[in-house]
T-cell receptor, first 112, second 113 residues
Framework: QKEVEQNSGPLSVPEGAIASLNCTYS??????FFWYRQYSGKSPELIMS????GDKEDGRFTAQLNKASQYVSLLIRDSQPSDSATYLC????????????FGSGTRLSIRP | DTEVTQTPKHLVMGMTNKKSLKCEQH?????MYWYKQKAKKPPELMFV???????INESVPSRFSPECPNSSLLNLHLHALQPEDSALYLC????????????FGAGSRLTVL
């Protein structure tokens, strides 16, 4: 079982709609959760971090965390063509020495 | 300055060549990382430097040799690479090891012929 699992996509969403990206993780003691956006050929860019159960909103982005289900998601409202990218879910354990483990990413395509 | 700068952006080398990738940050971060990313795969951690000392080596082959000359610079020396080493090499930094926020550089795309 992979430590961080994501559907590879591509996920195609019409412009203006809500894009929903999902991620599951295997380590129950994981404490920190991140969403990175990576445009083709570019480096990952942190867009959201979440540490406690529930929702965290930042502009058009909402991260949702359910530790009991070991599930984290990212919602993108009013999707724009510029949101087309690969979204990497990343998870970090409890200790300060824990590494950040990345999922394989979900490729999102926003169609005009 | 909130950037991590990597050079070169692109590198093509033969299997007998020796080359180096460079990474620089001036954010005062004391942890620096090398990641390798193949197409459609997640970044894979290679090395971590903490306060200029190597703290993690993820069993990387010795043909990759990291070096941290000072707190702002991180090098990756390459020698006798294989074609399967062709990938995007990403440098990242964080305030300290284990910090939650990684700042990535733009990457160096390496092709080994």
């Amino acid at each position: 079982q992979k430590e961080v699992e994501q559907n590879s996509g591509p996920l195609s969403v019409p412009e203006g709609a809500i894009a929903s990206l999902n991620c599951t993780y295997s380590d129950r003691v994981s404490q920190s959760f991140f969403w990175y956006r990576q445009y083709s050929g570019k480096s990952p860019e942190l867009i959201m971090s979440i540490y406690s159960n529930g929702d965290k909103e930042d502009g058009r982005f909402t991260a949702q965390l359910n530790k009991a289900s070991q599930y984290v998601s990212l919602l993108i409202r009013d999707s724009q063509p510029s949101d087309s990218a690969t979204y990497l879910c990343a998870v970090k354990g409890y200790s300060s020495a824990s590494k950040i483990i990345f999922g394989s990413g979900t490729r999102l395509s926003i169609r005009p | 300055d909130t950037e991590v700068t990597q050079t070169p952006k692109h590198l093509v080398m033969g299997m007998t060549n020796k080359k180096s990738l460079k990474c620089e940050q001036h954010m005062g971060h004391r942890a620096m990382y090398w990641y390798k990313q193949k197409a459609k795969k997640p970044p894979e951690l290679m090395f971590v430097y903490s306060y200029e000392k190597l703290s993690i080596n993820e069993s990387v082959p010795s043909r990759f040799s990291p070096e941290c000359p000072n707190s702002s610079l991180l090098n990756l020396h390459l020698h006798a690479l294989q074609p399967e080493d062709s990938a995007l090499y990403l440098c990242a930094s964080s305030q300290v090891t284990g910090a939650n926020v990684l700042t990535f550089g733009a990457g160096s795309r390496l092709t080994v012929l």
